[in-house]
């Protein structure tokens, strides 16, 4: 059977490649999704792209994964530290759940160093920049199989 | 003069039976708004019964009870803990606010201890379950009938 | 079989409509007992109800409700936020404890905002005035009835 | 060249007038615009004058303002103390960017007391009522000129 | 009309002259209270000097005191710093209160910084040894005259 | 000369057995007056053993250990973290004071973690069960006996 | 009537122009106040601008403005966050009092986050630089028109 | 031998009488200069009494009196809770000193609670009014007296 | 089966009788492992009694004593209150572990209140000194034997 | 040029497999080695793959990985959390440090909460057990591999 | 060129000899200034050694350093911990600054931890009581030579 | 007789002159052993210079000290902030110990500001990088020769 990974991006991601490219690096958003659909592509998973600057549109596709997705690949920026609904959300599944970012939260600003995201994740994997999503995505792909087995 | 209740609901509430059952019970949503739209008939109150998972939603409609409601029963969810915005809109009503969880958040994790709604809510009934609702429905209407006097 | 609910106060309830009557109400301890005979009757049970300056009484009068009570409705007073020997007393119990308070201590004084009596409530009702001990002696003869099926 | 200043509202602010008056006045938010409007005339600026309850509008606006306008005036109401959404976009502006309160937040509940705002901004103007924006939009406008000589 | 004062000393008083004479002084309950009932004497007023090691007990009294008492005089020992409810009793007073205590207790362990009898006591006297009883005696004999004008 | 050792127990330990007893073991207070009196006899001592839920009452029982014991051994129960009165009480003695626990509070809620029975004790023995009275009566006789020599 | 604008600065601002350039700018003392007599001249106003590293000098000069002045803008620099003294002696004053900084504190160094000027001020302005200052004296001139009239 | 009583006061309350009403009286400095006089008059001593905006004039009246006087009675105003300069400046007398504030700095705003003064006092006198320095004086003369036997 | 118990102990307890005798009494090292093994031969059991300044090596020797010992009795001295290792280490044992100290730690500096040996340990002994290690091999002892059967 | 990587293992990593294998899987430190190996192999890099339980040998390796490896991946076990030491180790180095947890300390016990590992790494993997060095080694290579072009 | 030290002194230096002598020594200032001046003789400095308890004077004399001095040794006794004021005089300075300490602030009351004084100083030394001075006026006068080189 | 002076440093400073020269400086440790030497000589004191990563081995040679040295100068590195175990082992000394860091830890990251050492130390040399080296031998010889007279 086919993988379906759903990878969701949180506000701000769109402007990947404007924002302080010391911290996120020179590419762009579509840059970041054709690099996933590359690393989907290597491990013969399907790809849902999305992205949104409303916390409430993420919480709804976490909720749509749900039904529809074999795991989920979630950046919630800046709603990672503040979202309580978002957390809840993610509870909800049973698929896989791998939290990424481009930077280390962790030894960022103090108000970064909370993931309400992490509890609800299978693993973390930060720092590493867009070569991250990759690592991400197979990841992803990777515990979907363990489970489908 | 009939009474009008507005019974707001929070994120991820519309996922009520699927999520974490041991905390929230087995009914669904549908349950929920049947249970509550009976025990707003047993005090002849019209229910104006509304889930969302955006923040802004929320805040929309406790503005609009402003106006058309004779008492709002709220169960927040996540936004409980957080949202300012809605504990500024709540503060602006004149109405009676009952402020209703289905489990005790004072109990569980530490994120959920401060809430926001408290302080512009005139009661809270929380850890009863569904049960909670008709008990927030039928103190709301008391509140309700005592102010029109 | 008839259900017995043991509703206990704790110290200077007895001083009610005495006591800051903005917050508490002009009504008297007497008054509340009457108020909670009447919702008692309405749900067919009889009402054991007590008040203590003591904080050993109370702990007594929980160990005595182990055996005695179908469930116990609790407004502890100033003890809900020190005593750890009350907390350990409730703990034991198996039938239905409901927390009640007249106001919301979760929005007053720092010190009023944790409560021991939560941990070993099944629910809580406050903020509601008299009016809270009716709703909690519904909501803990419904427990109780659940509990006996 | 004409200045374009984004003078951008976030939630409660459209029930001005309403909420409680001791504390924001009794002009509505029409009042407002017209008098930020007044102020940016007198500057010889465009106004583009906004309100939202959605944090994830005001997060759409800070970016569409990054080629659109010469300038920010933002009052990010409750999202102020809990966007790290919103401070991300406003991170990534190169123009001027004058937070303004009707009240002077550090002063009033202890969850005010943090701006996730000022970090992004060049100046605050906080406590003088509707009487900040004129201060504010005059600075904002003294700002982009300086940064266009 | 004569003055009646209430001096109420709280746990492990009884045994003063036998616990840490080097804090406490050398002189006994007895001495404490003859020279309490000295300085009573010398503002004209009566005393009625009791100590309990019962939290309940001082409750009681403190309540006694509302309709029997011009004014109390109370040193609560150790619940100075944990008695909610001691505290919530003095609160209904409406004559004056004044808080004494041997030594200066907001000097001393970490736990004894926090009074819950200062919030509702006129005024304090501490650090004197039994020499602040006869202060405490006069000054509160004084506020109970002038409230009498 | 004979020993005499007073061993005091706190509010709920007379349901023991009864109380979580995955925590504290299937024993009841006859089971471990019994077992420290077969300690006690072991080490040619005789035992008085008290309980009570009441906080003034262990103040008095230790007051009364001051001139008719010659070692102190006390479980204070839920008093352990909250009884300023017992703490000033135990500091008078002069005889030695083992603190026991049935298990070890330091690994539990929170709200156990601060003992204000330690700093008054000769030592500490927790989380051993029922046979820790054992090595506690053991090590209170032996104390006695050093100090008497 | 003309009004009297006192503007009194704190600590070390005799050095600006040689102080952290990059955060205080290039201007100096005199620079500054000249700007600020032109902003008072614009309107018709008349100034008294003093300068001292003596947090008493403050207080007295706050003192004096009480009589004198129809109003004050005060930049009280490293006093700011530590004088309860000048706190106190401001919260005496009941004309309008302007807060002003040449940076914005908030965003500084964690000592420099606290304001005990701000709770006795009518507005904040910070961050503009010198430019602050004339915002802050025209808002002052502005208030103290409105208590004229 | 006559003693000598310096009486010292500290910022603001050269202001007495038009501060706060509410919280410190009527009565000016000269009418508390007067009280405290009839009171030193009364236990036969000579009165130093002064009043300063400043820490330093404070710090050296506290040295002077080292030499010069029997006893200190020291109200510091704001610098009770921040001067640790004269803190240290106390520590080195051996003569009594008496702090004494007109409110109970302890049941105020957050920045009162902690007092430097304090560990150098020999007792505290607070929450009585102008009456507060008529015992503090008896204090400190009756302190100074014992002293001198 | 005969018994073998570890007796590990930490850093500096290579100088005991030399370190704070006020604190830990005057025995040496090798007088505390006689007295220990004297109370190893009172209850049949073997005795391996070791002593490093090492962090790694009493990692090493918990880890060893996972299949050579029936029982740890620990004093990790320093280690106690900073090894995250040593806590990993003891968690993964299934023998009894009996944590002891000489003194009692929780009374001692605050950077020794916390145990990260506690949560991995049966039972905790405190403060009776070098009495308390043969308080800890009975215990231990004790233990072991109850698990055998 | 071949790419060399040091893997480095802390504490208590030499018992995988038999320590709490809910958390952190079945296999065994061989295992894991033979696993990262086939990594290392996929990646065309030779490993070095070592376990201590000491902190200075993790000081020491990292120290020699500084002149002869191209980068590290390491997972220093409970030293983490605790070691300053480590930290500053790692600060010196100029090649890619990948930070590397079996499962995610983010969201176990508080004492794991803060690494010290990670302000000094490239990024960081944690919560995918044994998987984990797949990805870590993988993702080391890329960067080593980025860097050296 | 002569280098010329300023070594200024905070308040309460003055009492030197007199303050708790275990402390500070029983040497004078007057013994201070000339180990001094004999130090500063040693490195061919030319000293100006001032003391003084008013806060504004040691800001005015730093700020007079800048032109006038090499090098700044500087005791703020009291102020190191309270004086933002000082703290900012201080960062003006571009010639080196070192603060001394007679005994080490560090491990005395909590209040005497956090040094403002620090952050704009050279270095630091403190706990060698007089002795200090001279080894701060070596430093002071190495570090000058360094910079002028 | 002749002075032997123990020269001790902590983990990673064998790497000076790599690491951070910007803060730390140029030189190596053999350098600062050098130039730590040539000081010795300058007091005719012998030197044993030795540097260690293991925190036991910085616990050995204090322990070692203890009946070799004359006095101790230590940098603990990492060690000063996190090890109980030296703090316990340096506690024991009668010999003085000087505490010296190369940069100021007070006024770096939050995790170096507390010192482990300090409490165990006579005196406090920090921020003067390898010249601090000198200052430190020379006050250590000083104490010393102070302590053997």
């Known amino acids: 059977m086919t993988l379906t990974i759903y990878c969701l991006n949180g506000p701000n991601l769109n402007l990947?490649?404007?924002r302080?490219?010391?911290i996120y690096g020179k590419g762009t958003l579509e840059d970041l999704k054709a690099?996933?659909?590359q690393a989907a592509a290597g491990v013969k998973?399907?790809?849902?792209f999305r992205q949104s600057n409303q916390e409430g549109d993420l919480v709804d596709w976490v909720q749509e994964a749900r039904t529809?997705?074999?795991?989920?690949?979630?950046?919630?920026?800046?709603?990672?530290?503040t979202s309580v609904a978002l957390h809840d959300a993610l509870k909800v599944l049973t698929i896989p759940v791998v939290e990424v970012h481009l930077s280390n939260p962790g030894i960022r600003e103090e108000f970064r160093h909370k993931s309400l995201v992490s509890p609800a994740a299978s693993g973390l994997?930060?720092?590493?920049?867009?070569?991250?999503?990759?690592?991400?995505?197979?990841?992803?792909a990777q515990l979907a199989e363990q489970r489908s087995n």
């Open 45 to 48: 998973a399907q790809l849902v």
């Open 68 to 81: 529809k997705a074999s795991a989920v690949v979630i950046n919630a920026g800046g709603y990672t530290h």
């Open 35 to 37: 690099l996933s659909e």
């Open 20 to 22: 302080e490219p010391a």
């Open 125 to 140: 994997i930060a720092g590493f920049g867009a070569y991250g999503y990759r690592l991400a995505i197979e990841a992803a």
């Open 16 to 18: 990947l490649g404007t």
